[in-house]
């Protein structure tokens, strides 16, 4: 199947264990809750309702802290929707506390740990050429 739109994750390469799975799982709730890539409910053989995912692949890659600037930059210029998650969050537990640390720094000042974004295939190709698949 084709898809004119293609979704990645962007990780900062530095990263613990805990820390990618927590900030892929936020950057993903974004894009999920806000874009029609939902699929349908899944049903096993018992008949059994499991809730649906995401209907088009998602790409995790790896950034160092530069990458993940330049590459927010140039997306604010596209035509990509884009999820953030800042270190600041990690020492925060409630999403009123997570906007607040979000909005004390300006656009360039952000301490940038994950993007999310979802966006023409095309564009966000462009943005993330350089950039190697998360191992």
């Known amino acids: 199947m084709e898809f004119d739109t293609k979704i ?7 990263l613990l264990t805990w820390q990618k799975l927590n900030v892929t799982a936020f950057l993903m709730s974004g ?5 029609n890539i939902i699929g349908e409910p899944y049903i096993d053989g018992d008949g059994v309702n499991y809730l649906p995912m995401a209907n088009q692949p998602i ?3 790896s ?3 530069e990458q993940l600037k330049e590459i927010l930059k140039k997306s604010l210029t596209k035509e990509i929707n884009i999820t953030i998650y800042t270190d600041e969050i990690f020492k925060t537990y409630n999403d009123v506390d997570n906007r607040a640390k979000v909005a004390e720094y300006k656009t360039d000042d952000l301490n940038l740990v994950g993007i999310g974004m979802i966006g023409k295939k095309n564009h966000v190709s462009r943005l993330i050429k350089r950039l190697s ?3």
């Open 63 to 65: 950034a160092n802290s």
């Open 31 to 35: 894009i999920g809750g806000t874009q």
């Open 133 to 135: 698949l998360h191992e």
């Open 8 to 14: 990645a994750v962007i990780l900062k390469d530095d």
């Open 59 to 61: 790409m995790i890659y």
